[in-house]
T-cell receptor
Framework: DAGVIQSPRHEVTEMGQEVTLRCKPI?????LFWYRQTMMRGLELLIY????????DSGMPEDRFSAKMPNASFSTLKIQPSEPRDSAVYFC???????????????FGPGTRLLVL | KNQVEQSPQSLIILEGKNCTLQ??????????LRWYKQDTGRGPVSLTI?????NTKSNGRYTATLDADTKQSSLHITASQLSDSASYIC?????????????FGQGTTLQVKP
């Protein structure tokens, strides 16, 4: 398996523009997670899905952020409109069980480095 | 408030030396604790997962310890290599079930010099 695939790897955009980040989880994994990582705040869980259904979106910073999972092999994280403070590395991860469970091993993608000017 | 604190924030050691990274948490109830290694420009990779009943778990040159009474964990790296240079993140899962919230530490950045 190719692992978790994210695109684009790098994104530079101007404030106010819409940004869409994409993720393809590992085949067969039922859970998909979106994280944001910054120097100031470290790694933060934004939202996670189980069987394509959003379970916990309490980490989504505000209404400008939205995430979808139309099928088991694809998810998007959208920021509209983007702001400079959204600049961060966004990771997607998948696992066969919930990330907090005893047996889980969570696999992270390479991340998308977002810079909003 | 549930928190995970890691120390030191950064560390520089010489190749071949040992080091220990610390993780203190106030998460309650506690489910499990894991250590991740994150190389620069990459996503985190799981090193160990420990439940409250486990005191020690090893993964090659990495050994994690857990003291559930004092709510402390450590990650010991033996005979460090240049490839150990990375950030190490401690994550604690809250709750008594398998769906507890994940609480992340800020990470310790380790640099191994030749």
């Amino acid at each position: 398996d190719a692992g978790v695939i994210q695109s684009p790897r790098h994104e530079v955009t101007e404030m106010g523009q819409e940004v869409t980040l994409r993720c393809k989880p590992i085949s067969g994994h039922d859970y998909l997670f979106w994280y944001r990582q910054t120097m100031m705040r470290g790694l933060e869980l934004l939202i996670y899905f189980n069987n394509n259904v959003p379970i916990d979106d309490s980490g989504m910073p505000e209404d400008r952020f939205s995430a979808k999972m139309p099928n088991a092999s694809f998810s998007t994280l959208k920021i509209q409109p983007s702001e400079p403070r959204d600049s961060a590395v966004y990771f997607c991860a998948s696992s066969s069980a919930y990330a907090g469970s005893f047996q889980e091993t969570q696999y992270f993608g390479p991340g998308t480095r977002l810079l909003v000017l | 408030k549930n928190q995970v604190e890691q120390s030191p924030q950064s560390l520089i050691i010489l190749e071949g030396k040992n080091c220990t990274l610390q993780c203190n948490y106030t998460v309650s109830p506690f489910s499990n604790l894991r250590w991740y290694k994150q190389d620069t420009g990459r996503g985190p990779v799981s090193l160990t997962i420990m439940t409250f009943s486990e005191n020690t778990k090893s993964n090659g040159r990495y050994t994690a310890t857990l003291d559930a009474d004092t709510k402390q964990s450590s990650l010991h790296i033996t005979a460090s290599q240049l490839s150990d240079s990375a950030s190490y993140i401690c994550v604690v899962s809250e709750g008594s079930s398998n769906t507890g919230k994940l609480i992340f530490g800020q990470g310790t950045t380790l640099q191994v010099k030749p």
